[in-house]
Every structure is written in C-alpha cells, then in structure tokens.
C-alpha cells in the first residue's frame, strides 16, 4: 500500500515537471507547483497539503435527523394520539398536515408512546413500557421497534414529552448494521392527554376512579378503570388495583415495594388476586397528599407481582371509602333516571336461558343469560364471547360482547328477593333489590 502511495506521487511529480517543460521559455508567469516535501521518517514519501474536512454536527436541529454523520430536514411534523397512546411522525416531504397522511409517503419517522412514558427518558433495549418506531428512512429503515422486539437495534435511547400544546421527541439509536441514526421532532398542536392511567401487563386505560381512607396511622388508596361512585361498588368493577402503606410515608417520596405495607390486583372478571404479602413483588411506589386538601393525591407506582407488572399514574381527588350511597332503584340511562314499576323473572324461553325484564318509566330493560349465571356474582361480557344468546337490552339498544359494549352484570336470587345491577360503564345504569313475579 506504501508503495503504491509513493509511486502515485511520484508519478504526479513526473507529470507536473514534463507539463512544466513544455511551456514556452517565453512564458511570462508560470504556474507555481505546490510545495512537495519529503517525509523525514520514510525518504522517497512525499506529503501534500491536508484539506480541512467539513464539521459534522453533533446533534439534529430540531425537525431533522442525522445519519452518519449528514444531517436532512423534515418537511411535515404532526401529533395526535390513537387510543391512550401519544404519537408524532414526519416526513421529508412539504405540506403534508394530515397525521394519517404522513404514512402514505415514501420517507417518514414515526414514533408512539404509553402515557407512562411522557416526559421520560428511556432505553429501547431494556424499556417494557409499550412504545413503537417506525422508520422509512432511507439507509435507516426499521419496520417496528418496540419492547421485546428490538432486533433491528443494537442500542437506542428515546424522549418524549407532551406539555402544554408543545410535543418534542428525540430518538438516538444504532442500528443493526452499525449505522447511526439520530432525530428531534418538535411540533404545536394540542391533543387529548388522559393523565391518569392504569395499566397491567402494558393493557393502558384511564384511571377513572380513586377511593382512600386513613385509619389508626394506616392510609388505603383503591384506583380503578371504572367509573364508580362509591368504594362498595368496586366489586363490580372489571379489575382494581390497591396500595395500603403507613400515612408518613404519603409524602411524595419513592419508595421500595418492600417498605409498603400491602399493594394487590383484584381483578373481577377471571375471580383472581395477586396480593404482595402472597407473591415476591418488586418496584417502587411514590404517594404524596395534599396537605392543604387530603382528599388530593398524587401516585406513581411501579409494581411487578411476579411476571404481573402494575402501573399507576394518577393525580387527582380520591373518594372517601366510607361514603354510602343513598339506594335508589331506578333505570338510568343518558343521564336521566326512570322509576322501576314491575320485575320479572322469565324461565321459559328455552336453551337453558332466564330472562330477566324490568318495566320502568323508561324503556323496558332485559338481561338474558345463562341459568347458572343467576348466582350474585358480578359477570362481564368478555365471559359470555362465545354464547351470542347472551344480552342486554334498553328498548331497541342491545348490549353485548358481538355489538362490542362493555358491561358488567350481577344478578342474585334469595327466595322472594331479586338482586340486579348493570352498567355498561357509559350511559346506563341499573339498579333494583325486591320482589318479583315468575314465568314458568
């Protein structure tokens, strides 16, 4: 290799002096020749003059992103949020402001987040947080980064913030082939945010409902996707999560799983319990109340019941557990509640299912299930999928897992006492404890 180095200068040296040889002696202003020096550690070996090399930038300016070195703008930014998640994507191409229009281009960078991870910085690789990367970038294409399925990486670390109208991104990964790619995506638009959530296992929903109590220096926070009333409803609710920890330690400060008293899972729907004091759990546990308004808390829990990983975010007014409804039987539906009249209990239509009919003020509202579902205990739709006979209904409106409502149910029988309830955690709600007439 040295020596063909030293024989290309040469021979450019050979060349230059023929050329200059050629000139006419006549010539006024020869052209001067660059200085050739010879190398002092390797005689022969000449030296030409070095070329400063452009700076490479360190960082993207905002709305670009740099791979290998050279930087490219973007030309289109947008926000908008599918679900729970947070979401940006650009493009490289002008004028493009529609969000699902960014995805009909050849070149553009997409990214979504879980709520849990606005405002974080977190590790691609190692992050079980739900987050997704999309790119069509040219020399950095990755057809989807997320937790778990990060093969396309070897290493990445992602920002995501959503404040106050303004979203700002930045993603710093390698590639699989080596290739570095980094990125800033800013844009101004202002989207729906639910800052309360809860989720297990990743299933992100909103946390809808909170309820506390403190008694003898011990405070208990219940937090749940359902919107209750009241801390005796919870048994009707799909699942809820709990903390219970020494009141001092409601001051804001991260603690470990271990210095807590007791945080559990109670999920309705599959019966089932996952309780610290019953199962290994690791994570931290942040609480802080109000001191000027106790009803106030903030809570950021992290909880991993031995593969079943919970997650709290919620800021907001709990409810008083020890706060009893005033019973009111009644049809409620958009908002506007319906005195009950007459009930009953139809054993007749056949396929080893009941009917049960409530006459109100209203429309008349049916349950129709199972026989053996008729036990007192609360019962999803998600339990019925498979048996389509199953339903709700309010006049002409069927509910049910086919028609893709939510719903829970509860219907108990005690010798001449009918217990029903209902909510499709929406628009309608019932509520009824009393006689009833049956159809045999």
């Given at each position: 290799?040295i020596?063909?180095?030293i024989?290309?200068?040469?021979?450019a040296?050979?060349?230059?002096?023929?050329?200059?040889?050629?000139?006419?002696?006549?010539?006024?202003?020869?052209?001067?020749?660059?200085?050739?020096?010879?190398?002092?550690?390797e005689?022969?070996?000449?030296?030409?003059?070095?070329?400063?090399?452009?700076?490479?930038?360190?960082?993207?300016?905002?709305?670009?992103?740099?791979?290998?070195?050279?930087?490219?703008?973007f030309?289109?930014?947008?926000?908008s949020?599918?679900?729970?998640?947070?979401?940006i994507?650009?493009?490289?191409?002008?004028?493009?402001?529609?969000?699902?229009?960014?995805?009909?281009?050849?070149?553009?960078?997409?990214?979504?987040?879980?709520?849990?991870?606005?405002?974080?910085?977190?590790?691609?690789?190692?992050?079980?947080?739900?987050?997704?990367?999309?790119?069509?970038?040219?020399?950095?294409?990755?057809?989807?980064?997320?937790p778990?399925?990060?093969?396309?990486?070897?290493?990445?670390?992602?920002?995501?913030?959503?404040?106050?109208?303004?979203?700002?991104?930045?993603?710093?990964?390698?590639?699989?082939?080596?290739?570095?790619?980094?990125a800033?995506?800013?844009?101004?638009?202002?989207?729906?945010?639910?800052?309360?959530?809860?989720?297990?296992?990743?299933?992100?929903?909103?946390?809808?409902?909170?309820?506390?109590?403190?008694?003898?220096?011990?405070?208990?926070?219940?937090?749940?996707?359902?919107?209750?009333?009241?801390?005796?409803?919870?048994?009707?609710?799909?699942?809820?999560?709990?903390?219970?920890?020494?009141?001092?330690?409601?001051?804001g400060?991260?603690?470990?799983?271990?210095?807590?008293?007791?945080?559990?899972?109670?999920?309705?729907i599959?019966?089932?319990?996952?309780?610290?004091?019953?199962?290994?759990?690791?994570?931290?546990?942040?609480?802080?109340?109000?001191?000027?308004?106790?009803?106030?808390?903030?809570?950021?829990?992290?909880?991993?019941?031995?593969?079943?990983?919970?997650?709290?975010?919620?800021?907001?007014?709990?409810?008083?557990?020890?706060?009893?409804?005033?019973?009111?039987?009644?049809?409620?539906?958009?908002?506007?509640?319906?005195?009950?009249h007459?009930?009953?209990l139809?054993?007749?239509?056949?396929?080893?299912?009941?009917?049960?009919?409530?006459?109100?003020?209203?429309?008349?509202?049916?349950?129709?299930?199972?026989?053996?579902?008729?036990?007192?205990?609360?019962?999803?739709?998600?339990?019925?999928?498979?048996?389509?006979?199953?339903?709700?209904?309010?006049?002409?409106?069927?509910?049910?897992?086919?028609?893709?409502?939510?719903?829970?149910?509860?219907?108990?029988?005690?010798?001449?006492?009918?217990?029903?309830?209902?909510?499709?955690?929406?628009?309608?709600?019932?509520?009824?404890?009393?006689?009833?007439?049956t159809?045999?």
């Amino acid at each position: 290799m040295i020596m063909k180095k030293i024989t290309y200068i040469l021979c450019a040296v050979v060349t230059a002096m023929f050329i200059s040889c050629e000139k006419p002696e006549d010539s006024s202003n020869p052209e001067p020749m660059p200085p050739v020096t010879e190398t002092p550690d390797e005689p022969g070996k000449t030296e030409q003059p070095e070329t400063e090399q452009p700076e490479r930038p360190a960082e993207p300016s905002v709305n670009s992103y740099i791979l290998e070195g050279k930087e490219h703008k973007f030309g289109s930014v947008a926000v908008s949020n599918l679900g729970e998640y947070l979401c940006i994507a650009a493009c490289t191409a002008d004028g493009i402001s529609s969000f699902e229009a960014m995805f009909e281009q050849e070149e553009y960078l997409y990214l979504a987040i879980s709520p849990l991870l606005n405002g974080e910085e977190f590790d691609l690789k190692s992050e079980s947080r739900l987050y997704t990367i999309i790119s069509t970038l040219p020399g950095a294409t990755l057809e989807g980064v997320a937790p778990e399925m990060n093969e396309e990486i070897e290493s990445g670390e992602c920002t995501f913030a959503y404040a106050d109208g303004v979203t700002v991104a930045e993603i710093k990964v390698v590639l699989a082939d080596g290739s570095a790619l980094s990125a800033k995506l800013s844009a101004e638009e202002v989207i729906q945010v639910n800052e309360n959530i809860i989720a297990v296992n990743n299933d992100t929903k909103p946390a809808r409902t909170s309820f506390h109590g403190t008694e003898d220096g011990i405070t208990s926070l219940y937090i749940t996707p359902a919107g209750l009333s009241y801390a005796s409803e919870l048994e009707i609710a799909t699942y809820y999560a709990y903390i219970i920890l020494d009141d001092s330690l409601c001051n804001g400060k991260t603690i470990m799983a271990s210095e807590i008293i007791e945080a559990g899972i109670v999920n309705n729907i599959d019966v089932t319990h996952l309780s610290s004091s019953e199962t290994e759990t690791t994570g931290t546990v942040n609480v802080l109340r109000d001191p000027e308004n106790p009803a106030h808390y903030t809570v950021v829990a992290h909880l991993d019941f031995d593969g079943t990983v919970l997650d709290i975010k919620y800021d907001g007014y709990a409810i008083d557990v020890a706060l009893e409804p005033e019973v009111i039987y009644e049809v409620k539906f958009d908002k506007q509640s319906y005195k009950i009249h007459e009930v009953t209990l139809d054993k007749t239509i056949g396929n080893d299912l009941w009917r049960v009919i409530i006459e109100s003020e209203g429309e008349d509202f049916t349950i129709t299930m199972p026989s053996t579902a008729f036990d007192g205990n609360p019962k999803g739709f998600s339990q019925f999928q498979k048996n389509p006979d199953v339903k709700v209904t309010y006049g002409e409106n069927v509910y049910n897992k086919s028609t893709g409502s939510s719903g829970t149910i509860t219907v108990g029988i005690n010798e001449d006492v009918i217990h029903v309830e209902f909510t499709n955690y929406s628009d309608l709600e019932v509520l009824y404890e009393g006689n009833f007439k049956t159809i045999e």
